[in-house]
């Protein structure tokens, strides 16, 4: 890396000071997690309220999908600091993550969701809590807590689940349906864009690493469930 990767970039006023490249680089990240923080609320967390077998699920689903509101909220207002119009933070016109096209149809469809999927989010985010673009970072570290909560939430209940053959079968399933679709998560190998995004210290890691560290802690979290990933096709 060269000496870009030792910027620091602290307010809001220094980043409008920046170089082009690194500006939309910025731009890129804040607004694919203003969007996908969104549309992952709308198709996933409120629905499954309904799917929520007891008050106290019903209670907890609906704090989760209170925070990943409010992780919209406060992407969306980091951008319009920013300079990034509001409409350009919308799924009306980003296309969102192809995570969100799994079919949601059960209390464990939703568990397994939050188990394997806020666990890539903690694994991004844990890399943007390093990001030279402070405000970014410091967002990013502000989400942490919440969103380790959210997989912990996915962790409790699908073990919960597990307490009977039926359910350990029901979220078996549901990891077998789920999880082809989280390697996709992390981006292409050799991406244009991460190579940038590391060249000024926004990430630190390649997608081919971050996507290693998912594997490795997935199949630790599922086996520690008594469960397995299904094997995946080479791409």
């Not at 307010?11 to 910025?26: D, G, K, L, S, V």
């Not at 985010?125 to 410091?138: G, I, N």
């Not at 997608?207 to 560290?213: R, Y």
Request: hydrophobic share 40%; glycine share 4%.
């Amino acid at each position: 890396m060269n000496s870009t990767a030792k910027l620091q970039v602290k307010t809001i006023a220094e980043f409008h000071e920046q170089p082009e490249e690194y500006r939309i680089a910025c731009e890129k990240l804040v607004r694919s997690h203003a969007v996908n923080e969104l549309y992952g609320a709308q198709v996933f967390d409120e629905p499954a309220i309904q799917f929520a077998p007891t008050p106290y699920a019903k209670w907890l689903t609906c704090r989760v999908a209170m925070e990943e509101y409010g992780h919209h909220v406060r992407f969306k207002d980091l951008g319009l600091k920013m300079g990034i119009p509001e409409k350009d933070m919308s799924p009306d016109n980003k296309r969102p993550l192809s995570i969100f096209d799994f079919e949601m149809k059960s209390w464990a469809d939703f568990c397994v969701i939050k188990l394997l999927a806020d666990l890539a989010e903690v694994i991004q985010v844990e890399d943007l809590s390093q990001c030279s673009f402070h405000p970014l970072r410091d967002l990013s570290r502000l989400t942490m807590p919440e969103e380790q909560f959210h997989c912990q939430f996915g962790k409790d209940f699908s073990k919960e689940l597990c307490e009977t053959d039926e359910g350990r079968a029901e979220i078996q399933d549901a990891i077998n349906r789920y999880y082809p679709y989280l390697p996709a998560f992390f981006g292409r190998p050799k991406s244009k864009n991460n190579e940038i995004f590391r060249k000024w210290g926004i990430k630190m890691r390649t997608n081919e690493e971050m996507l290693a560290d998912y594997v490795k802690r997935a199949t630790a979290l599922v086996e520690e469930l008594g469960l397995e990933l299904p094997k995946l096709k080479a791409a």
